[in-house]
């Protein structure tokens, strides 16, 4: 992989997010929003376990270390924690609100990594930064 590869990576988890925000609200529609998280969490299961085993990278996961496993569980209750969120939100709320203030997590990540892993952003990425803010205070109060 080239080093820049990580921006198409992304980019395409941006467009699978924001299909996401689409299938969830008409998924939901039905149906108890925990009970579609669930439903949606088996069917990831499912996949990724396909994924893993049919492009060989499995490996004995009883061999990573205490703080892989204590980072990647701890990574897995904020995952669920946000997806029940979300799917509840969706299930009361227009994507078109919903979505952007989903998406200030790109804020709090920023501020999470300066405190916690060090991060320093360049001037231009806190003005970024600063600008998605902003564009999310403005269609959270929009109407």
Same mark, same amino acid.
């Given at each position: 992989?080239?080093?820049? !590869?990580?921006?198409?990576w992304a980019l395409l988890s941006a467009v699978f997010a924001a299909l996401t925000a #689409?299938? @969830?609200?008409?998924?939901v529609q039905d149906v108890d929003a925990d009970l579609a998280t669930l439903i949606r969490t088996a069917i990831i299961? @499912?996949?990724l376990a396909a994924f893993v085993i049919s492009t060989d990278k499995w490996t004995n996961p009883f061999t990573l270390s205490p703080k892989t496993w204590l980072f990647l569980g701890l990574s897995g209750l904020a995952t669920g924690a946000s997806w029940v969120c979300y799917f509840r939100a969706?299930? #009361?709320?227009d994507v078109s609100r919903v979505a952007? @203030? !989903?998406k200030f997590s790109l804020v709090l990540a920023a501020v999470f990594a300066v405190v916690f892993l060090?991060?320093?952003?360049?001037?231009?990425e806190w003005l970024g930064i600063t600008? #998605?803010?902003?564009g999310v205070l403005l269609?959270?109060?929009k109407r």
């Open positions: 992989m080239v080093a820049h !590869d990580w921006f198409y #689409i299938f @969830v609200k008409v998924g299961m @499912v996949v969706l299930k #009361i709320g952007p @203030v !989903d060090q991060e320093r952003p360049s001037s231009q600008m #998605i803010a902003g269609l959270a109060l």
